[in-house]
């Protein structure tokens, strides 16, 4: 079955320091999100990305945060300088559609550790 | 905004037994999603409701929608090892689209 797959699987970072966490969606899909976990805690949606634009984002995803396409196949999530609040498990996801006919497929995540 | 409230918040059962966890908002949902995350991995998703008092099965897994669209329950026929694992309800932000909400989850945990 094709996957949503996410690297690295782990980064740690010094606090300020950009980080680039990448995605590759599965290839027939158009919708694309970023969902964050911190420890412990719910999933929670940062951002969605439809035809090379943000469609909606939540209050988390600030000015610290953007998403891009650059290739047409990879789909990143940029934390400009990152703090230590940033930690969590970044998931990325994506769909075929946005109904719910077209159910969303998550990554297995990145572990972002910010020291 | 939509918040949902899981309960319980942890199980500790033995292999062999029946599960129940539900899923409370104080705001009504038109899509209600049951996803099961394991350790190190992103959510699954098992059972997708979309109609106000619909039971849905998948395998030992039965889902309903609560009648007045603001719960859901999930329940595990004879738990074995591998239903270990922490499940979320979740439904769309704007009762609409893929932007979900999650609850806070049940963790489980089975005894062989």
């Known amino acids: 079955e094709p996957e949503v797959t996410q690297t690295p699987s782990h980064q740690v970072t010094q606090m300020g320091q950009e980080v680039i966490l990448r995605c590759v969606p599965i290839s027939n899909h158009l919708y694309f999100y970023w969902y964050r976990q911190i420890l412990g805690q719910k999933v929670e949606f940062l951002v969605s990305f439809y035809n090379n634009e943000i469609s909606e984002k939540s209050e988390i995803f600030d000015d610290q945060f953007s998403v891009e396409r650059p290739d047409g196949s990879n789909f990143t999530l940029k934390i400009r300088s990152t703090k230590l609040e940033d930690s969590a498990m970044y998931f990325c996801?994506?769909?075929?559609?946005?109904?719910?006919?077209?159910?969303?497929?998550f990554g297995n995540g990145t572990r972002l550790t910010v020291t | 905004g939509q918040q949902l409230n899981q309960s319980p918040q942890s199980m500790f059962i033995q292999e062999g037994e029946d599960v129940s966890m539900n899923c409370t908002s104080s705001?009504?949902?038109?899509?209600w999603l049951w996803y099961k995350q394991d350790p190190g991995e992103g959510p699954v998703l098992l059972i997708a409701l979309y109609k106000a008092g619909e039971l849905t099965s998948n395998g030992r897994l039965t889902a309903q929608f609560g009648i007045t669209r603001k719960d859901s329950f999930l329940n595990i026929s004879a738990s074995i090892p591998s239903d270990v694992g922490i499940y979320f309800c979740a439904g769309p932000l704007h009762n609409a689209g893929n932007m979900l909400t999650f609850g806070g989850g049940t963790r489980l945990m089975v005894k062989p």
């Open positions: 996801a994506t769909a075929e559609e946005t109904g719910w006919g077209s159910p969303l497929h």
């Open positions: 705001s009504i949902f038109n899509t």
